[in-house]
């Protein structure tokens, strides 16, 4: 045998031996399947104690959770159960606004009736008419000369209260409407609301309840300056007769006495 | 020298090489080993423990729901505390609501009381008509000043308006009771996360409440007002009269201004 054949005869053998050392299917790549395997399997295993095992115990809280809102804390009955009270209310808001915008007029004469129209207007555009529909009905002021100026200061004022008081209660007519107006929208909203929206309509109508006690306030106090005037004429004219009278005795005895 | 290259020698060189070239990536064996570590220790470490704590959290959170925050047991207590407040005053409430206050005697009193107190718009027609028999009907034209034709007129129409929409305002009194009374009967059976929308209607409720008080308070103002507004009228006509009495009397017994 030729010594070039013996040497790769002994290399040819060395080769396939080295061959068989090796994993046979992927000696191309130099990857150990059966190590892959046995890190995949310890993956395996770990994703299921560490992340499945506690996932399922989240999917369990989440259940339970679920379970609380809809059983206990927003079931389904009682939502639509508050949506059906709203519902059966909108006749008595309904009735709440033709209630409060009722025609009552009753005046008979001319000039009372405009006065009397006007005033039941609940429109702030006839405020600027009230004077001269206040003064037909109840005279306007008398000349300056026609009687004392205290007394005059006195009706003027008398009067301008009188016609504030109207104007305010015009006002408050028109407000009111609004109000109603604005509830049995609100109402109408409540109906069709849902648990988590409703807080927000509750903070509206909440609003608007703190504004309509503004203007209660408003128009309590309105009044309070009409019983306030009331009084103050009780007194002055305590001080007018006083005075008138004064003045006659003083002229009276001019008169009478001896010159 | 030339180099001869011997057989054998090229045989053992080859050989050497494919061994290596086999032997070499069992390196990458010891770099798996190392990945599938840090993926163990991401899944057990930040993954894993992150779930837990989410987990415990989730626990804690339900836990605070059901034990602090809407306990079954206070649910049930607050609605057993509206029934017992409803069975303990709602009909004693009814009761003085509907006790009757009319007071007149006279059978034409009697009849216009039970008219205003009626609490119905409809009988505001025949209030009206009784009105006139209890305080006399408008005089003719020409039977009294202008003047005091007018104010009588404007008062007792203010009057008359301001009965008239107090038998409104009771007539919505009764509608907003029986409101009130069913947002109570809503507020028994309803579940915490309703309770906002029942809240809500009793919040709406009450702003057409004060809606109607505030035409109580107008027609309050305007009475005030005529009322002021006729003792000005009686003070403008008597100071002026006074006046005229005081120069004709000084005029008379010869005093002058």
């Given at each position: 045998m030729k010594p070039v054949f013996k040497a790769l005869g002994i290399a040819a053998g060395i080769g396939f031996l080295s061959i068989l050392a090796v994993e046979p299917a992927h000696p191309q790549f130099g990857i150990d399947i059966a190590a892959i395997l046995a890190g995949l399997k310890e993956v395996d295993s770990t994703l299921n104690s560490a992340v499945a095992s506690p996932l399922r115990l989240i999917n369990q809280v989440e259940q339970q959770e679920q379970q609380f809102q809809r059983e206990v804390l927003y079931p389904v009955a009682a939502i639509n159960s508050a949506r059906q009270m709203a519902t059966s209310f909108s006749s008595s808001f309904l009735s709440f606004r033709q209630l409060g915008s009722m025609n009552v007029a009753s005046a008979q004469l001319p000039y009372p009736q405009q006065l009397e129209h006007q005033m039941l207007s609940a429109d702030p555009n006839n405020i600027g008419s009230i004077g001269s529909a206040y003064q037909n009905v109840f005279s306007p002021l008398p000349p300056q000369t026609a009687i004392p100026q205290n007394v005059a200061y006195q009706i003027d004022m008398g009067d301008a209260q009188a016609q504030d008081a109207i104007k305010k209660a015009i006002e408050l007519d028109a407000f009111a409407a609004r109000e109603m107006e604005v509830a049995?929208?609100?109402?109408?909203?409540?109906?069709?609301?849902?648990?988590?929206?409703?807080?927000?309509?509750?903070?509206?109508?909440?609003?608007?309840?703190?504004?309509?006690?503004?203007?209660?306030?408003?128009?309590?106090?309105?009044?309070?300056?009409?019983?306030?005037?009331?009084?103050?004429?009780?007194?002055?004219?305590?001080?007018?007769?006083?005075?008138?009278?004064?003045?006659?005795?003083?002229?009276?005895?001019?008169?009478?006495?001896?010159? | 020298m030339k180099w001869k290259p011997r057989p054998d020698k090229i045989a053992f060189t080859l050989s050497s090489v494919l061994l290596l070239a086999l032997l070499v990536p069992t390196g990458a064996y010891a770099q798996f080993g190392g990945i599938f570590s840090a993926i163990l220790g991401t899944i057990t470490g930040p993954i894993g423990g992150a779930l837990t704590d989410i987990n415990r959290i989730r626990t804690e959170i339900l836990q605070t729901e059901q034990k602090v925050l809407w306990p079954l047991a206070l649910i049930e207590e607050?609605?057993?505390?509206?029934?017992?407040?409803?069975?303990?005053?709602?009909?004693?409430?009814?009761?003085?609501?509907?006790?009757?206050?009319?007071?007149?005697?006279?059978?034409?009193?009697?009849?216009?009381?039970?008219?205003?107190?009626?609490?119905?718009?409809?009988?505001?027609?025949?209030?009206?008509?009784?009105?006139?028999?209890?305080?006399?009907?408008?005089?003719?034209?020409?039977?009294?000043?202008?003047?005091?034709?007018?104010?009588?007129?404007?008062?007792?129409?203010?009057?008359?308006?301001?009965?008239?929409?107090?038998?409104?305002?009771?007539?919505?009194?009764?509608?907003?009771?029986?409101?009130?009374?069913?947002?109570?009967?809503?507020?028994?059976?309803?579940?915490?996360?309703?309770?906002?929308?029942?809240?809500?209607?009793?919040?709406?409720?009450?702003?057409?409440?004060?809606?109607?008080?505030?035409?109580?308070?107008?027609?309050e103002l305007r009475e005030a007002a005529i009322e002021l507004a006729h003792r000005n009228a009686v003070l403008k006509q008597s100071t002026t009269n006074m006046q005229n009495l005081n120069r004709q009397l000084l005029s008379g017994i010869g005093g002058g201004q």
């Open positions: 049995q929208k609100l109402n109408q909203q409540i109906a069709a609301s849902a648990p988590g929206t409703a807080p927000i309509l509750d903070a509206e109508a909440g609003a608007w309840v703190v504004q309509a006690n503004a203007y209660t306030q408003m128009g309590m106090a309105e009044l309070l300056r009409l019983n306030s005037a009331s009084v103050s004429n009780h007194s002055g004219a305590l001080k007018d007769s006083t005075t008138q009278m004064q003045n006659l005795n003083q002229r009276l005895l001019q008169i009478l006495t001896p010159h | 607050s609605r057993n505390y509206i029934a017992t407040i409803k069975a303990s005053y709602r009909g004693w409430m009814n009761n003085v609501f509907a006790l009757g206050v009319n007071s007149a005697i006279l059978p034409a009193s009697r009849s216009l009381e039970s008219e205003f107190l009626s609490a119905q718009t409809g009988q505001i027609a025949n209030f009206n008509q009784g009105y006139g028999t209890e305080y006399g009907v408008q005089p003719a034209m020409g039977a009294a000043p202008q003047v005091n034709l007018q104010m009588m007129d404007i008062e007792d129409a203010t009057a008359k308006d301001a009965t008239a929409q107090s038998m409104a305002a009771d007539q919505a009194t009764q509608t907003i009771l029986k409101t009130a009374q069913g947002i109570e009967d809503q507020a028994e059976s309803t579940a915490p996360g309703t309770a906002d929308m029942v809240a809500a209607e009793a919040r709406t409720a009450e702003l057409a409440s004060i809606a109607m008080q505030h035409k109580l308070l107008a027609y």
